[in-house]
T-cell receptor, first 110, second 114 residues
């Protein structure tokens, strides 16, 4: 069973702080990794994708990938109340299906 | 540029009934994947359609079936509904010829089984 595990949360950070979200995966052959944001009652929205070891930055978001450790993370700098949502880590399988973690609920406190 | 659309938005059925959910992919996409998301959980992969064929299937019973049409739109059918089928059903579209299948989700269909 190929699994994706996320830090369970919920996670609360004050406005302006850095939020750190973590994810580990079991399939060593995985090559593509995604972070989705899901607001309550809405569908997942893609915010970051990462394929190579190292960091990838997009605005206030930085994704980090370490394939040797089978670890993916998402950092949100200068967190805003509008960042409050559930963040889903997804790993692409060999047949291009996505396996999701159960999500980490983030609350940014004003 | 139209995104992924799904219909209906909400649906209420009773146990034993059958339901059909519909999805139109994002313009330019040719692959449709279906996911089931129970409350408080991440989406679970049901199956994926490309070139009108089911290409990959997750751990779901045969009561779940699907179809893809020549215009790339897709349907998800669930027979003999159970209470446990109550969930948000998500359709995601992607372009298979790309190096990876970046999937974009539609708004979902909320199914309630009574």
């Amino acid at each position: 069973q190929k699994e994706v595990e996320q830090n369970s949360g919920p996670l609360s950070v004050p406005e302006g702080a850095i939020a750190s979200l973590n994810c580990t995966y079991s399939d060593r052959g995985s090559q593509s990794f995604f972070w989705y944001r899901q607001y309550s009652g809405k569908s997942p929205e893609l915010i970051m994708s990462i394929y190579s070891n190292g960091d990838k930055e997009d605005g206030r978001f930085t994704a980090q990938l370490n394939k040797a450790s089978q670890y993916v993370s998402l950092l949100i700098r200068d967190s805003q109340p509008s960042d409050s949502a559930t963040y889903l880590c997804a790993v692409e399988g060999s047949a291009r299906q996505l396996t999701f973690g159960s999500g980490t609920q983030l609350t940014v406190l004003p | 540029d139209a995104g992924v659309t799904q219909s209906p938005t909400h649906l209420i059925k009773t146990r034993g009934q059958q339901v059909t959910l519909r999805c139109s992919p994002k313009s330019g996409h040719d692959t449709v994947s279906w996911y089931q998301q129970a409350l408080g959980q991440g989406p679970q992969f049901i199956f994926q359609y490309y070139e009108e064929e089911e290409r990959q299937r997750g751990n779901f019973p045969d009561r779940f079936s699907g179809h893809q049409f020549p215009n790339y739109s897709s349907e998800l059918n669930v027979n003999a509904l159970l209470l446990g089928d109550s969930a948000l059903y998500l359709c995601a579209s992607s372009l298979r010829s790309g190096p990876t299948d970046t999937q974009y989700f539609g708004p979902g269909t909320r199914l309630t089984v009574l």
